[in-house]
Each structure stands twice: as structure tokens, then as C-alpha cells.
């Protein structure tokens, strides 16, 4: 898998040494509010998904680990190489490293893997993710309550798409 440096980041395939980093992110619960799945409550909970990130055929997507200064903080990529999905550590937050790591993703998605579109599945609730889609020329184009049931709570979606850019 290629990796992709940018300033400040380097975003590479994941490695099961990073696991205890991916706890941290994945355990958390203010990272893990508005994410598809509850926190996990257990080691053992990242491993198995660690170890789904690792297999996941180049078809299906491309995630990518997001290391800072040698750690590995969040997450960013694609699942069937149309949804955009990422997660950072919440000490990382309002750093501008969100949009860093997937400008380059969103180049990639359309120069390397063709894409005509991008689409995201944000809760409106989660302002942060919203606004940062919206920086990055994504449109709202839908809504939809009730689509995720995460632990015992339903959760609503708000619909975004990017296309991709007219040559010039």
C-alpha cells in the first residue's frame, strides 16, 4: 500500500503494532460518539477490528492510519471506494489535521481510483465533521433519521457528496 506524507502527517497501512494507539482512539468515547459503532470496551475489541482493517481487499476500500510525530492518532479512508470515513483522537482535534490527511485521500480517490464521487454519512449532531466536509467543497444532499443504531441509541444522517472536479 502506498503511504502519503503531507506537513505534518504520514498516512500508511495499518500495522498490528499499532494497536495499542488505535485503542486509545477507538476506546474513547468523546472520538467514538459519532462513530458507526459503540467504544471499544476491550483490547480485544480493536484487535479483531485491527485485524478486519488488515484484510479488507483492495476492492472494498482503502483505510490509511494517521501518524503524528511517530504516533498514530486516528484513521481516514474509503469503504467501497466511495464513503470517505475518518477518526482522529480528540487531543488532536481543531488542529487542521483532519482536512490534512484527507485532501490528499480526496486527490487520490478521483486522480488514482477514478472516482466520479465522494459521499460521507455524518450525524448531525457531529458540527465538527460537518463543517470540515463542507471547507472541503462537500454538499449536503440528504437526510435521514433513525439509520444507525448504535449500543441503544438510534442515530440520524446527514448526506454529503463531493464530485469530482472539471478538468481546467
Do not use: Q
Request: negative net charge; aromatic residues 8%.
Amino acid at each position: 500500500m502506498v503511504e502519503i506524507r503531507t506537513a505534518r502527517l504520514l498516512l500508511r497501512a495499518v500495522r498490528p503494532s499499532d494497536l495499542d494507539d488505535l485503542h486509545a482512539v477507538l476506546s474513547d468515547r468523546t472520538a467514538m460518539r459519532y462513530w458507526s459503532s459503540v467504544p471499544h470496551a476491550s483490547i480485544d475489541d480493536t484487535r479483531a477490528w485491527l485485524d478486519d482493517m488488515i484484510a479488507i481487499p483492495p476492492a472494498e476500500g482503502e483505510d490509511f492510519v494517521i501518524e503524528h510525530a511517530g504516533r498514530v492518532i486516528g484513521k481516514a479512508g474509503f469503504y467501497r471506494f466511495s464513503e470517505i470515513g475518518f477518526i482522529l483522537r480528540p487531543d488532536h482535534w481543531g488542529l487542521g489535521l483532519a482536512a490534512e490527511a484527507l485532501t490528499p485521500l480526496i486527490g487520490r480517490a478521483f486522480d488514482v481510483h477514478g472516482l466520479e464521487r465522494i459521499v460521507a454519512d455524518v450525524d448531525p449532531r457531529n458540527v465538527g465533521s460537518l463543517n470540515l466536509l463542507r471547507r472541503l467543497n462537500f454538499a449536503e444532499n440528504g437526510f435521514a433519521e433513525r439509520t444507525w443504531l448504535i449500543g441503544e441509541e438510534w442515530c440520524d444522517s446527514i448526506y454529503l457528496s463531493l464530485e469530482r472536479p472539471n478538468p481546467t
